[in-house]
C-alpha cells in the first residue's frame, strides 16, 4: 500500500524491489525491515549493512560569520574543526533544553554543512534562520537535493574500497572528504550511528539508486544486507548512541541526557550557556542510567522506573538487545538512583519488575 | 503459509485447536509475519481463568508488544513454557510449535462463534 501523502526518499523504488515493510516514520515512507530486524543487526556488528538516510536533513551554513552563527547555536565548539573534520553537538534553546543533535561538518572557513534529524528539519532551519539575524551569513536547507547512504560495520572498508581508489585507511574516524565513489561525486565521512565502523555517502538524488544497488552487489560475497530503521534503533542504542525524541527533546538538557563533553562552558556565549552552567553548578536533578533486566521484561520507552514503590523516573529507549542477548534499557532517574548496580524497578503493564543499573555503552566494538 | 483447516480462527488473529475438552491456542502465521522476530512471551499461570477475548498473555517482537486475546472462556491447563527460552519458535512455527496455552474449554458453544480457515482467508484478503 502506498500512502501518496508521505515524502518519499530517492531509494523508494529500491526498497519495495527488495520487499521491505515500510512504515510512516515521521511522515517519511521508510523501511524499517527487510529481511527481520535481528538478521539485519547482526549482519551489521558481523559483516556489513547500507542503510537509506535520505530522510536526514541537511544544512548549509555559510558567509563571513558563518562558524560565528555555527557557535552561537550549537554546544561544543566548532573553532576548534580543522577542514575536513566533523563534530558532534547538541543544539540547544535558552533554557538548556535540546533543539536537535546534529553533525557539523567544515567544509571551508567560511562554510560548515549541518546533519540535522529528519524529523527537525524544518525547526532547525527556522531556529538558524532567527539566531542568524544581524550575521552575515546565509543558511541554506539542502535537504532536497541531497541523498544519503550509510555504510556500516566491519566489512564497509573493504566493500566501499571496490568502488573507489580513494584511500579508505586514511580516513579518521569524524572526518570527511569528497571523492568518486562507482564514477560519482560524493562527500564521504567516516561517521554512522550504529557503534561501528562504517562511511555515511552524501550524493545527489539522481545518482542514489544506482549507488544503493552498486554497493549492495559489490558487498554481496561479503555478507551485506540492507538495513531498516529497526534494526538501526536497536544498533544505536546498544552504543548508547541518543535519540532525539526520546533520549534528548526540547526538556531534557545534553547534561541530563550524559553528552556534558559535548557541551563546552568554557565556550564563548552560546545558546543555553547560562542556564547549563546553572545547571551544573547546582546538580542534576535526574541522569541518564542504562540498566538490564533481572527479571523477565522487556523495558520499552515511557515505561516508568521505581523504587521502593516511589516512581523515580522513565525509560526513555528499552529493547531486546541482539548483540547482548538481554533485555536492557536506557532511562531518566533521580541521581541517588545512578549509581552502578543499584537495583530498580520497571513497571511493565502495572507491574515493578526488577531491574540493575549497569555500565554504558552496552555494546563496544573491539578495537 | 496457509491456515491449516480444521482449526478456528479469531479475528485478532489467534487459532484454536479442539482436542476433546481441551483447546490449545496460538497465535498465526499472518500475526507472528505482522510482528517480526519475537524476542519475549508473557505466559499466564496454570489454573489461572480467562472469560472470551480477555488478555491471556503478551507477546513481544523487537518493536511491537501485543496482547494475546483468549478466543474462547476456560481454565488455563497447560502453558508452553519452552516459549519463554525460545520465543522465535512463534515466528518458525506459528501452528505448531509456538502454541501458547492450552484451555479446559468452558463453554463450548463459543467454538461456533469462531472463524473457519476459508472465513479467515476471507477475512485477511479484506483487511489488505
Known sequence: ?367 | MSNPQGLKYTKEHEWVKVEGDRAVIGITDHAQSLLGDVVFVELPEAGAEFGAHDSLGTIESVKAVSDVYSPISGKVVEVNKALEDSPDAVNRDAFGEGWIVVLEISAPAELDGLLTAEEYEQFLAEEE
Open chain 1, 1 to 367: 500500500m502506498t500512502n501518496a501523502a508521505l515524502k518519499k526518499t530517492p531509494l523508494n523504488a529500491q526498497h519495495r524491489k527488495l520487499g521491505a515493510k515500510m512504515v510512516d516514520f515521521g511522515g517519511w515512507d521508510m523501511p524499517v525491515q527487510y529481511s527481520g530486524i535481528l538478521e539485519e543487526h547482526r549482519a551489521v556488528r558481523a559483516k556489513a549493512g547500507l542503510f537509506d538516510v535520505s530522510h536526514m536533513g541537511e544544512v548549509y551554513v555559510m558567509g563571513p560569520d558563518a562558524l560565528r552563527l555555527v557557535n552561537k547555536v550549537i554546544t561544543n565548539d566548532a573553532g576548534k574543526l580543522q577542514l575536513k573534520q566533523i563534530l558532534y553537538t547538541p543544539m540547544c534553546y535558552e533554557h538548556g533544553g535540546v533543539v536537535d543533535d546534529l553533525l557539523v561538518y567544515k567544509m571551508a572557513d567560511d562554510h560548515y554543512f549541518l546533519v540535522v534529524n529528519a524529523s527537525n528539519t524544518d525547526k532547525d532551519y527556522e531556529w538558524l534562520v532567527k539566531n542568524a539575524q544581524g550575521l552575515d551569513v546565509t543558511v541554506e536547507n539542502i535537504s532536497a537535493k541531497t541523498a544519503q547512504l550509510a555504510l556500516q560495520g566491519p566489512k564497509a572498508e573493504s566493500i566501499l574500497g571496490k568502488l573507489t581508489d580513494y584511500d579508505l585507511a586514511s580516513l579518521q574516524y569524524y572526518w570527511f572528504d569528497s571523492f568518486r565513489v562507482d564514477g560519482v561525486e560524493c562527500l564521504v565521512s567516516r561517521t554512522g550511528y550504529t557503534g561501528e565502523d562504517g562511511f555515511e555517502i552524501y550524493l545527489p538524488p539522481e545518482f542514489a539508486g544506482l549507488l544503493w544497488d552498486k554497493i549492495l552487489a559489490v558487498g554481496q560475497d561479503e555478507g551485506i544486507l540492507p538495513i531498516g530503521l529497526g534494526a538501526r534503533d536497536t544498533l544505536r542504542f546498544e552504543a548508547r548512541l541518543p535519540l532525539y525524541g526520546q533520549e534528548l527533546s526540547s526538556e531534557i538538557t545534553p547534561l541530563e541526557a550524559g553528552l556534558g563533553i559535548f557541551v563546552k562552558l568554557d565556550k564563548a556565549d552560546f545558546n543555553g550557556k547560562e542556564a547549563l552552567v546553572k545547571q551544573k553548578q547546582e546538580g542534576l536533578t535526574r541522569r541518564l542510567v542504562g540498566f538490564e533486566m533481572i527479571e523477565r521484561g522487556i523495558p520499552r520507552s515511557h515505561y516508568p522506573l521505581a523504587a521502593d514503590g516511589r516512581e523515580i523516573g522513565w525509560v526513555s529507549t528499552g529493547s531486546y538487545a541482539p548483540s547482548l542477548d538481554k533485555n536492557i534499557g536506557l532511562g531518566f532517574v533521580s541521581p541517588r538512583f545512578a549509581a552502578l548496580d543499584t537495583e530498580i524497578e520497571v513497571v511493565i503493564r502495572g507491574k515493578g519488575v526488577k531491574a540493575k543499573v549497569i555500565k554504558t555503552p552496552f555494546y563496544k566494538r573491539e578495537a
